[in-house]
């Protein structure tokens, strides 16, 4: 019966109906197959592409790979032609800072800083004068006595209060009193503001005339400053020392006060000076780098020239710094002159390499993981995936501050790992590392390190038990890896572990990025609809609804499923299958039998409710717990992996007992009412599963199992399946059924332990009791000698 008859598109009537459908159907097979193929075309060709366009195509690298420390080891290299010597970060860094440290800073003159402290002179002058007057108005009311005194006071507080000089009490005691005493005694002599005024505006316009900065002295690293006039256009360069900054043009105006007018003037002086003083010179950032940027612009890059002929280094000589900025010198020198053609042909022999290393992990795929190959979203999952963290070394390379070791390529082949299979994961870590080797300058140190690591990271996820063997074992492994090979290079030098230093910081980090991988996997496993061991060991808790619901509701299949589990898990390990997988296929095999969960013998007590039914019925009730197995694994969301463990593990087998029964009831019933519906098992994992699943109720159901039994039980389940075809579409070999069926009998002779006498040990209780018998028929006879029983019944009769 074909597909299509199966789905129900076969035509009945027309006998040629059929080959109509058959042409249609290879014709749609063949346009889905081209389909696939360009598909993979334009997947493949965007990879290599993209890598094709991110190589670094800043340097020409004339010259064979070298290690800073370590000998040259190649022929003796001499300049081809006169090339400049390029200065090394260190020099130009140490020019920059000694421009900094040389370039005056600039400095805007304000012309009308004077005018406007004069203003504030003459303005504090003419607000203390209302303020004064009112006050010797109500001094003279009050020696005189007269009723308007309090309102003179009360004027004078509030005049003294609006002026909104911000003096202190003695300030202004000093002032009031002199300008009392000498009002009311018509004195002729100066007011003491009149002499403050005088002393602040003259010491103002001398700090003014040297300059005030706007800034402290000691921030001011230059010995000389530019001060622009942008009025009259003019610049002149003066000494820092001939300034005064902020405070010291008040100290400066503290001695001078002092030396001026009586102590408590010049504090009324010293207070009014702080009120009113302003810089005249005002910082210019915006001007002074502009100044610093020319500088630095015009820096050399280069000191010197290495002439054609000279020799740069020597086979077996140590690539000193001098000689590896020699060497670099000799690659920009070379990448400037370089000829288009020259160019084109080092970018033709870079991409060869790289288009080699990506046809390396694509016949692979193409050869051994037919699955992958034929699936066009895996194909393009396990490209997307390397092309991702390719692209990122691609980038970090041409970081000059960035250490390339901070991109976690590990991270890569460790997904695919835990997606696939770690060989996978070993073709992709190889590729990989062939083509960032190459990106990297053709790094051999970096090429073995990249190797090593992201082949030990696959070895320690390829069996994933727990979460904890991720987080913490796999980040440890390849930071491990790293050190181990990079300490080893750092060895072989001879300057030390200066660079060994620099690159475990960054080799820490990317073992930490590892921990990101996790995530990673979730969002591909939402994308691509996939299903990895990190869901699976979320499955296999039995702490989950589903499970919990089994067990309430059939505890007698829970337990089944889980001794079908330990089965199943145990012979997938022995013959390299997925044991995770067979184990959490088995916990959910049967979650069917919850809708009806009676009529299965695991959880009958005394009844059996297919009494009560036709063998074709019970038959029926049987078969359904497959289909509604598959109808709770839906709704609760199980992944498709899952599901088809649940419709393939019966298979198409027959139901024996019940087939048994109709024809002891001479029922005339086809064969097929009595089978399963299936599909047959199609992975070695279901494979395993069904036969599990028999083996495991079969010997339940055994009532003296003992060790030759159980082996014949197994032989005859197996054998009995294989010949029913069951095992038709399984990539089982006969070397695996044999393991499995080893395996089987290993873990059954473990559960029915106490019940079971081993071959070995009955034969060695026989000889034990053999022996031990011989021995108390020895003792017996050393006990009691023979006895003569004519005298012995002589005796008795009393002769």
């Known amino acids: 019966m074909s597909i299509l008859e199966k789905l129900g598109l076969g035509q009945k009537t027309r006998n040629s109906s059929p080959n109509i459908g058959k042409k249609k159907k290879q014709k749609l097979k063949e346009a889905e197959k081209k389909k696939i193929k360009y598909l993979r075309i334009l997947i493949f060709s965007v990879f290599v592409i993209s890598i094709l366009i991110t190589l670094p195509q800043t340097t020409f690298q004339p010259v064979a790979s070298y290690t800073i420390g370590e000998p040259w080891r190649s022929d003796d290299l001499t300049a081809p032609f006169t090339f400049s010597l390029k200065k090394s970060s260190s020099e130009i860094e140490e020019e920059r800072q000694e421009i900094r440290q040389n370039t005056p800073p600039v400095f805007h003159a304000d012309q009308n800083a004077i005018v406007s402290i004069d203003a504030r002179i003459d303005s504090v002058y003419r607000t203390l004068q209302p303020v004064l007057d009112n006050y010797l108005q109500w001094q003279r009311a009050k020696l005189n006595s007269e009723s308007t005194a309090d309102e003179d006071s009360t004027r004078f507080y509030q005049e003294r209060r609006l002026s909104g000089l911000d003096l202190s009490e003695e300030a202004w005691n000093t002032i009031l009193n002199d300008y009392e005493s000498k009002r009311l005694e018509s004195s002729n002599e ?26 402290t002295k000691s921030n001011i690293k230059q010995e000389e400053i530019i001060v622009r006039n942008l009025i009259d256009r003019t610049e002149r360069t003066i000494n820092v020392e001939r300034t ?61 020239a290495v002439e054609q002929g000279e020799i740069i280094i020597r086979k077996g000589d140590i690539v000193t710094e001098e000689r590896a900025n020699m060497l670099e010198s000799l690659a920009e020198a070379r990448a400037i002159t370089a000829t288009d053609h020259e160019k084109l042909l080092r970018f033709i022999g870079e991409a060869l390499v790289i288009i080699a290393a990506a046809l390396v992990f694509l016949f692979y795929i193409y050869l051994y993981r037919l699955k992958i190959f034929n699936n066009p979203s895996m194909f393009l999952l396990v490209f997307i995936v390397m092309g991702l963290f390719i692209l990122g070394s691609a980038a970090i390379y041409q970081l000059e501050s960035v250490n390339s070791y901070i991109v976690p390529i590990a991270v890569a082949p460790i997904i695919l790992t835990i997606i696939f299979d770690s060989r996978v994961g070993l073709t992709a870590t ?70 060994f230093s620099t690159d475990v910081l960054f080799v820490v980090i990317n073992s930490i990025f590892i921990l990101f991988t996790y995530p990673l996997i979730l969002l591909i496993e939402k994308l691509f609809k996939i299903t990895t061991d990190f869901t699976l060991l979320e499955l296999g808790d039995t702490n989950l609804p589903l499970m919990k619901k089994l067990m309430n509701e059939a505890p007698g299949t829970f337990h089944h499923s889980l001794q079908v589990a330990n089965l199943a898990e145990s012979a997938a390990s022995e013959i390299g299958a997925n044991g995770l997988l067979c184990r959490v296929g088995a916990m959910y095999h049967d979650i069917g039998k919850m809708d009806k969960p009676a009529y299965f013998i695991e959880n009958q007590n005394k009844s059996n409710d297919h009494d009560k039914l036709k063998p074709k019925m019970s038959a029926l009730v049987i078969k359904n717990h497959v289909s509604e197995g598959v109808k709770i694994a839906k709704e609760h969301d199980l992944p498709n992996v899952i599901i088809e463990f649940i419709k393939t593990h019966h298979g198409t087998s027959l139901i024996k007992y019940f087939y048994g029964k109709a024809q002891n009831q001479k029922e005339t019933i086809p064969e097929e009412d009595f089978r399963y519906d299936g599909p047959i098992p199609y992975t070695k994992e279901q494979g395993i599963l069904l036969l599990a699943d028999g083996v495991e109720a079969a010997s339940r159901a055994m009532k003296d199992p003992n060790y030759s039994k159980l082996e014949n039980l197994i032989n005859r389940l197996i054998d009995d399946n294989i010949n029913d075809g069951q095992l038709s579409n399984c990539p089982l070999t006969f070397k695996h059924i044999q393991t499995i069926k080893n395996s089987f009998l290993n873990i059954l002779v473990g559960v029915y332990h106490s019940r079971i006498e081993y071959p070995e040990e009955k034969k060695k209780k026989k000889q034990n009791e053999e022996k031990s018998k011989q021995e108390d028929d020895k003792q017996t006879s050393a006990e009691n000698p023979p006895i003569d029983e004519e005298k012995d019944s002589n005796e008795k009769s009393g002769i």
């Open 190 to 215: 100066t007011l003491l503001i009149e002499q403050v005024q005088s002393n602040v505006r003259n010491i103002a316009t001398e700090l003014l005339n040297r300059g005030i900065v706007d800034r």
């Open 244 to 304: 005064f900054d902020p405070n010291e043009a008040l100290d400066y105006a503290e001695s001078q006060l002092q030396r001026s007018l009586t102590s408590s003037a010049a504090e009324v002086g010293f207070e009014v000076f702080s009120k009113i003083i302003e810089p005249n010179y005002i910082y210019s950032e915006e001007d002074t780098e502009t100044i610093l940027s020319e500088k630095m612009d015009n820096i050399a890059t280069t000191k010197g």
């Open 430 to 499: 190889i590729t990989m590392a062939m083509i960032t080797g190459i990106i990297h300058d053709n790094s051999f140190e970096y090429l073995i390190a990249t190797t090593v690591a992201c082949s030990l990271g696959v070895f320690s996820v390829r069996d994933i038990k727990n979460r904890s063997q991720f987080f913490f074992t796999t980040p440890g492994v390849v930071m491990g890896s790293y050190l181990f090979v990079l300490g080893g290079f750092a060895l072989t030098r001879y300057t030390g572990l200066d660079q």
